[in-house]
């Protein structure tokens, strides 16, 4: 079976930014009945899942093991990260993780420790599943074998619920590319979808060119979006540039989480590439989680798109601002 | 007396191809023909030297070489991505048609602090 539906109608990214990731609901419309609805029960049922409403979390560049500043606090975002994921009202089916878990180190030991480190928090969050990419910082010098030790392949497809996710790695080929191979695997991984299934995309680098001076690009990422232009409903995760960001090429979204470790600047308002410098008062600035909800105030909508960023602040954790907050609270 | 003349009378000839061959390729018409070469280096995490000078129209051949691992050599306005591998010098054949001051990154990635590898291509 396969049926067309308004590409618009998949995905509300309503969000909430709260500092330390996104989390999205995807509102597969299957309510909603009609074409739409049919063709989720179909994706659905390919999976041997059950069609229905569901959010997940994307967080990125962690980069535990990094003790340079700006931000001398390591890995205490993440670790706020994880506590604010399971104090959600509503958990999670996912968690998608879009590269640089850590900080990379040319001491094998050491960096496989860091990873260690990386697992043994994330482990502590209460979500079914976890799926990761790699970030250059994990997969750059070793071309992905550290990685593949803990993680496995570093690029692959899944289905949740009606969606199909796909995780591209355009680092470990050491160049921001995903090569000839990966393309390959990609386009005979979509060959078996109808242009309108709904497909997440999630990687690490931008598959844009949005700023090249400061590798903020894929070089061969018009062929990946290539391989993605004749299917609709398509939205493509991605980290790396520590910030926020919401650029839109032809009909496919394309979104950038916030980072866990120190965030950049507006590479339009600044000549050079430096991290914003740490605010002890504020020490999550800038930091972030995108909460993104179906349709607004809670009630799926239609044809619904809303974003929604709230920085997180240490100020909501126990009533007293900045670094001096942190230090004082037992579990951190 | 008579093998110094021999060797007199043989050198002749590699004279002539000489001259003629110098005549051909001369060192001012080589250096009328051939594109000016600007060497760079790349060492993590740095490049030298860090800002180069080109001419607008001018072509060049920028010679790369890597003095320790492999480096990237990237600037999207100049459609120049290359790769620099120890011991391989690699050229890479440039005319600036547009001036500016650009970013040149190493793009592939080589260490800690890869993401401040750069350097200024300067074409006036």
Known sequence: ?????????????????????????AFPAAAAGGETGEMFSFLGKQSGEKVAPFSFVQLSDAHVGFNGPPDPLGTKAFERAVEMINQLPRRPDLVLFT???????EDHDVHSQRMKQFMEISKR????????????????????????????????????????????????????EVGAEQLAWLKNDLSGFHKSAPIVVFTHRPLFDLKPEWEWFTSDGDDVMNALAPYENVTVLYGHIHRDDEHEVGHVHHYAARSLIFAFPDPEKVADKKPNPFDKDHPFKNLGIRL??????????????????VELTAREFSGINGIQQILKTPNF | ???????????????????????????????????????????????????????????????????DVTHGFFLRPLKIDAIIEPGKPTDVTVTPETAGSFTTICDHFCGVNHGNMKMTIVVE
């Not at chain 2, 001419?55 to 920028?62: A, P, R, S």
């Open chain 1, 1 to 25: 079976m396969k049926k067309d539906f308004d590409r618009r109608s998949f995905m509300k990214i309503a969000g909430t930014s709260l500092g330390i990731g996104v989390l999205y609901s």
């Open chain 2, 1 to 67: 007396m008579t093998r110094p003349k021999v060797l007199k009378y043989a050198m002749i000839p590699s004279l002539f191809v000489l001259v003629m061959l110098a005549g051909l390729s001369g060192p001012s018409r080589a250096h009328a023909d051939s594109p000016r070469v600007v060497e760079i280096s790349a060492k993590r995490f740095e490049f030298t030297p860090n800002q180069v000078v080109l001419k607008k129209g001018e072509t060049v051949i920028l010679r790369l070489t890597s003095q």
């Open chain 1, 125 to 176: 969050m209460n979500v079914p599943v976890i799926k990761h990419v790699p970030g250059e910082h994990d997969a750059g010098l070793d071309g992905g074998a550290l990685y593949r030790d803990f993680l496995g392949e570093t690029y692959y497809s899944f289905d949740h619920r009606g969606v199909h996710f796909i995780g591209l790695d355009n680092v470990s080929r050491a160049k921001p």
């Open chain 1, 99 to 105: 590269g640089d878990l850590t900080h990379d180190s």
């Open chain 1, 292 to 309: 993104v909800h179906e349709g607004v105030g809670g009630k799926p909508k239609m044809n619904t798109v809303t974003v929604e960023d």
